[in-house]
């Protein structure tokens, strides 16, 4: 492995690590949660919030299976490594956009990434895309250009 591949490696799996026991992670997982307990989580929290308690419900302590407790990268990680890899396999980025375009119903994604896979399906081609969005300040676009940097 070359100098390069071995900063690369080091800095994505660190970044994974990091993402992984992150709070952020942590909020990922509720979608994983049965419909009942997700629920349970948002009122709990709501609870917190109004008596000024800062105590915060997380997906670890509503008697979850086991595999709750492993740390998972959220979609920082998966998004970085989404460039990377097209950069890495020297794929065109827009025609890998343009690759989840036709899957963008199954994706689980941001509101701004939403967005954009929404104008891309409508004929806008970047960066208009991407800039021209309600919700253009969404920080996955810092995340997804961390790769190239």
Not at 85 to 103: A, G, H, M
Not at 106 to 113: K, Y
């Amino acid at each position: 492995m070359s100098s390069n591949e071995s900063r690369i490696t080091g800095s994505i799996l660190g970044m994974a690590w990091g993402d992984s026991i992150s709070i952020s992670s942590a909020h990922h997982k509720v979608s994983l949660l049965a419909p009942k307990r997700a629920l349970r989580m948002r009122t709990l929290t709501e609870f917190a919030e109004t008596s000024k308690q800062t105590t915060r419900p997380t997906p670890y302590t509503h008697a979850q299976n086991n595999s709750m407790l492993i740390p998972k990268p959220s979609d920082d990680t998966e998004w970085s490594v989404f460039v990377l890899q097209s950069l890495l396999n020297k794929e065109d980025p827009e025609k890998k956009w343009d690759d989840l375009v036709t899957i963008r119903s199954e994706l689980r994604v941001r509101t701004g990434t939403a967005i954009a896979l929404k104008n891309l399906e409508r004929g806008y081609r970047p960066p208009e895309s991407g800039h021209d969005n309600p919700h253009y300040f969404d920080d996955i676009a810092m995340i997804r250009s961390l790769g190239p940097a």
